[in-house]
């Protein structure tokens, strides 16, 4: 350990994936790590089957495996990615017909094992949040038309899930002119005992913060946290609902708590 740390953590994780009542399921996730650096992502395609799906996994891929090439934290390579998971998608569209169209979200955390840090970056409107105590600490705000009427105070958060325009998104991957928003956080600690979620809208819009955060406190553990989201969401969801797909990372004390990791080979799982 290096004694300049103030803070050693290990990391579980758990995941889940569903198509909820849609045909196919147009949401992936991925994750990859070296004993060093963890990654993992949530990405939400659209477009329809064969394209939304292609168009998610064809973010995922591109950027776990660029990722997994050159393991950093800095945030202007994280963006760097995203731009270039862009520029992925819109060479697939160039198949034609059903990808001609094809757009995808997608929400990244990078961590450092090392300096015990976090970064994401993100475009559309899956999430990540970072709770600590039980409290979200940091969230990623969505690009979105109802996120924007949140910011100017025409909408709350709870408003915000239930609006007719609630999935009307302002950027998503698959842009033939490379213009879209990516926002990136900088590095932020990450202490024993902090969760990080990334999830599609599939999970929060259904769920709400507060409910998340409650649920989230009453939780020994993320796999039993996810089994509560995933009970909560099929036992009140309309017939039609969506995709939703989510990816809980629980920061341990470093020899507190089995470190449990999907294998790398997951990177390429639903």
């Known amino acids: 350990m290096n004694p300049s740390r103030k803070f050693a953590v290990e990391i579980e994780i758990v995941a889940i994936s569903k198509q909820g009542g849609r045909r196919y399921n147009e949401d992936v996730y991925g994750h990859w790590h070296d004993g060093r650096f963890v990654a993992c992502l949530v990405a939400d ?67 450092d094992l090392h300096t015990d840090e976090v970064v994401w970056a993100h475009c559309g409107d899956s999430r990540a949040y970072l709770f600590r105590g039980g409290q979200v600490l940091a969230r990623t705000t969505d690009h979105s038309v109802v996120q924007q009427m949140v910011a100017g105070g025409m909408l709350d958060d709870e408003g915000a899930r239930a609006h007719p325009q609630r999935n009307l998104l302002l950027s998503a991957l698959g842009a033939a002119d490379g213009v879209i928003d990516i926002a990136v956080s900088q590095p932020m600690p990450l202490q024993p005992g902090d969760v990080l979620l990334l999830c599609s809208d599939g999970v929060w819009e259904p769920l709400g913060d507060a409910w998340l955060a409650r649920t989230l406190q ?45 294998p790398a080979a997951d990177a390429l799982s639903r």
């Open 218 to 262: 009453a939780s020994p553990s993320p796999a039993v946290w996810l089994q509560q989201i995933d009970g909560a969401i099929t036992s009140h969801a309309k017939p039609d609902h969506d995709n939703y797909t989510a990816v809980a990372l629980w920061a341990h004390a470093e020899g507190e708590g089995a470190t449990q990791m999907l």
């Open 45 to 111: 395609g659209a477009g329809g089957h064969g394209g939304g799906d292609v168009a998610s996994v064809t973010a995922r891929d591109y950027l776990l495996g660029a990722f997994s090439a050159s393991p950093s934290l800095e945030p202007v390579f994280l963006r760097s990615l995203v731009e270039h998971a862009n520029d992925a998608v819109v060479e697939r569209q160039k198949d034609g017909e059903k990808l001609a169209a094809m757009r995808t979200t997608v929400v990244m955390a990078a961590v």
